[in-house]
């Protein structure tokens, strides 16, 4: 323990807050170098806080940190950027809190990820910048990919077959694309249109801006959101607060983190966290 520094330096998105006693709240922050990790922010509900408006949610901010024996402190906080256009924009601003939220849920505290930091600065400028809805799933589909569930689109999850241009079985499950054949024992999924396929292949080919350059119409954004988001409840249901949840412990545990009272007690009680505020 005395080889840790009892303070760090970061830089993280503030991904939600809940607040606690009178005037402190803990935020939950998903940073470069420490991965997620939450602090207590002393007294940052009162009027003259100098860190007020620095830590809110889907702020990305400097931080100092100081270890604590269950919880550590904020002892600075400075935005680097507000995120001031998400703010203003109710969808856009709904769209963020979302992917902020499935960083939140698909990572443990101190656990690292690596891009993951990068693809969330990524969607975050890219809706800031103005881009239409959709680029969530391109989103989405990165997140899968750092996470380690990267979707089989190119051909058959279950046999390796090639896919033809048809509807075809997107299956959560299998972790992607099922063919004609092997449909029945892919345990379940959604058929997507020929040109959801397209749009979800290009989505994952090029980089976010280029995809929120894509026309997309109503109904295909809403077989789009709905077909990406069967996958995600599943691996979110399934793996992550499971067996990906025993490997990341058993790292940490290998890292001999001083305290592992934290991540334990984040994680055995997923469905009690609250949102973004
Ligand atoms: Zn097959």
């Given at each position: 323990?005395?080889?840790?520094?009892?303070?760090?330096?970061?830089?993280?998105?503030?991904?939600?807050?809940?607040?606690?006693?009178?005037?402190?709240?803990?935020?939950?922050?998903?940073?470069?170098?420490?991965?997620?990790?939450?602090?207590?922010?002393?007294?940052?509900?009162?009027?003259?806080?100098?860190?007020?408006?620095?830590?809110?949610?889907?702020?990305?901010?400097?931080?100092?940190?100081?270890?604590?024996?269950?919880?550590?402190?904020?002892?600075?906080?400075?935005?680097?950027t507000g995120y001031m256009a998400i703010r203003d924009d109710?969808?856009?601003?709904?769209?963020?809190?979302?992917?902020?939220?499935?960083?939140?849920?698909?990572?443990?505290?101190?656990?690292?990820?690596?891009?993951?930091?990068?693809?969330?600065?990524?969607?975050?400028?890219?809706?800031e910048?103005?881009?239409?809805?959709?680029?969530?799933?391109?989103?989405?589909?990165?997140?899968?990919?750092?996470?380690?569930?990267?979707?089989?689109?190119?051909?058959?999850?279950?046999?390796?077959?090639?896919?033809?241009?048809?509807?075809?079985?997107?299956?959560?499950?299998?972790?992607?694309?099922?063919?004609?054949?092997?449909?029945?024992?892919?345990?379940?999924?959604?058929?997507?249109?020929?040109?959801?396929?397209?749009?979800?292949?290009?989505?994952?080919?090029?980089?976010?801006?280029?995809?929120?350059?894509?026309?997309?119409?109503?109904?295909?954004?809403?077989?789009?959101?709905?077909?990406?988001?069967?996958?995600?409840?599943?691996?979110?249901?399934?793996?992550?607060?499971?067996?990906?949840?025993?490997?990341?412990?058993?790292?940490?545990?290998?890292?001999?983190?001083?305290?592992?009272?934290?991540?334990?007690?984040?994680?055995?009680?997923?469905?009690?966290?609250?949102?973004?505020?």
């Amino acid at each position: 323990m005395s080889d840790r520094p009892r303070t760090y330096k970061t830089e993280g998105v503030i991904l939600r807050r809940r607040n606690v006693g009178e005037a402190d709240s803990i935020f939950t922050v998903y940073s470069d170098r420490e991965g997620k990790f939450d602090a207590v922010a002393r007294g940052v509900r009162k009027a003259k806080s100098h860190m007020r408006g620095h830590l809110e949610p889907l702020t990305r901010s400097k931080l100092m940190v100081a270890r604590g024996r269950s919880l550590d402190v904020f002892t600075q906080a400075e935005t680097v950027t507000g995120y001031m256009a998400i703010r203003d924009d109710l969808e856009r601003g709904a769209a963020a809190m979302y992917c902020a939220e499935l960083v939140d849920r698909f990572t443990i505290e101190h656990a690292d990820h690596p891009g993951l930091y990068g693809l969330l600065l990524e969607i975050l400028d890219a809706l800031e910048a103005g881009a239409a809805q959709q680029v969530v799933r391109s989103f989405e589909l990165q997140l899968l990919s750092v996470m380690g569930y990267e979707l089989q689109l190119d051909a058959c999850t279950l046999c390796g077959g090639p896919l033809v241009a048809v509807e075809t079985l997107l299956s959560p499950s299998a972790g992607g694309l099922v063919c004609a054949n092997c449909r029945g024992s892919a345990g379940g999924g959604r058929m997507l249109s020929v040109r959801a396929l397209k749009v979800l292949r290009y989505a994952r080919a090029v980089d976010m801006a280029a995809f929120a350059s894509v026309r997309i119409d109503a109904d295909l954004g809403f077989e789009l959101q709905r077909a990406m988001g069967e996958v995600i409840r599943y691996l979110l249901d399934h793996e992550v607060l499971s067996s990906r949840y025993v490997d990341q412990v058993s790292r940490l545990v290998r890292r001999a983190v001083p305290s592992a009272e934290t991540p334990l007690e984040r994680s055995t009680a997923p469905d009690e966290r609250d949102h973004v505020q």
